[in-house]
């Protein structure tokens, strides 16, 4: 799969992604071949480019819960810039509150799992696109961790809001900020949401208590302050874990896995009960999933492991040899080094291999 810009997309190119408006009405769907007068409705999506299939490429396979997020994703964008740039300009919003109702419906309450699929994004729509994620994996955590309506409601709030101040600036999309830039997004939000008449006195709060945290990430009071918020410390986690996987035009974004464990190995800014939570929210290394072993092999996952994510059973292409990671005697020689990624970030699979192995 490709990614190509806009200008040069070309009559006959098939989709490897689908389209939708601002409503989620399916415009195109994925393999659609492109037609002139679908390029130049295109052009006026405000998108950067597209992600296309090369000429023999099958279509990728997608679940249901993947084709319902990409297009809740896509659908939600649309209203979030609409009611951020009103906020930002110091008028009301037309529907934000519905917006967050619809994120906590689909995301505060799941049952299982789900793929946490990064759309690209530009300078452009970043703010858009990563406040919506955040509310998301706010959403997908508070409710792992059994919140009540009203404090998932406060969360997802606090989650849109959190970056608006992010809008009036410049060059706000990289993974880590400079602390110069940390501080002026801070005092735009905190100056935008004074003027926000409807805010909740809590929602104003925790944003605030959020944004100390990530201006000061790095003092020893910052560290006592996050272990002992939650709340804050899920917008700070969801933050931090979107802004690593975000995929960007100008560079590679960090793999989940790498993301997990860099959220992991600092405690003392990461809360660990809250990257657990996310940990159990949503696919990192399940059965399917194609792998690069500390070894430099490369393998594929066939059955997970829910007690350490990062020590599942691994069959080793080279020789179909099968590596149990979570025994000692493997664990010391063999690790999980990343994941294999096709070009639009998902994680390639081998179902027929997937399988054959499982049976046995």
């Known amino acids: 799969m490709l990614f190509v810009k806009v200008d ?80 930002s300009a110091g008028k009301k919003d037309k529907g934000l509150d519905w917006l967050c109702s619809l994120i906590i419906k689909n995301y505060g309450g799941l049952d299982h799992k789900i793929n946490f699929v990064q759309n690209l994004r530009s300078g452009e729509d970043y703010v858009y696109k990563h406040v919506l994620n955040v509310a998301i994996l706010s959403a997908i955590i508070a409710g792992q961790m059994g919140f009540s309506l009203g404090r998932i409601n406060t969360l997802v709030k606090a989650a849109v809001l959190h970056d608006i101040g992010a809008l009036k600036m410049k060059d706000v999309d990289d993974e880590e900020l400079e602390p110069d830039v940390k501080e002026a997004i801070k005092n735009n939000t905190l100056e935008i949401l004074k003027n926000y008449g409807d805010l909740d006195e809590d929602i104003m709060r925790l944003i605030t208590q959020m944004q100390e945290i990530y201006t000061n990430a790095e003092t020893e009071e910052n560290s006592e302050a996050l272990l002992s918020n939650i709340n804050a410390n899920i917008l700070y986690v969801s933050d931090a874990y979107d802004r690593m996987t975000a995929m960007k035009s100008s560079e590679e974004p960090t793999s989940e896995v790498k993301a997990i464990r860099a959220l992991l ?73 990343d994941v294999m990624k096709t070009m639009d970030n998902r994680i390639k699979l081998d179902s027929s291999l997937l399988e054959e192995y499982a049976e046995n």
């Open 265 to 337: 190995a600092d405690e003392k800014r990461y809360n660990r009960t809250v990257v657990n939570a996310l940990i159990k929210a949503i696919n990192i290394l399940y059965p399917g999933v194609c792998v690069e072993l500390s070894n430099g092999e490369k393998g594929l996952v066939i059955r997970g492991n829910d007690d350490n994510i990062f020590e599942p059973v691994v069959l080793n292409f080279r020789d179909n040899t099968l590596h149990d990671l979570s025994l000692p005697s493997v664990k010391d020689e063999l690790q999980i080094a």
């Open 8 to 87: 040069d997309l070309k009559v006959g190119m098939r989709l490897g992604k689908p389209i939708y408006n601002k409503n989620g009405v399916l415009l195109y769907d994925r393999d659609t071949k492109l037609t002139m007068q679908a390029i130049y409705g295109i052009k006026n999506f405000r998108l950067l480019g597209l992600y296309i299939l090369e000429p023999a490429e099958p279509v990728p396979p997608m679940t249901e819960d993947d084709i319902n997020f990409e297009r809740f994703q896509t659908m939600s964008v649309f209203s979030i810039r609409e009611d951020l740039d009103l906020i």
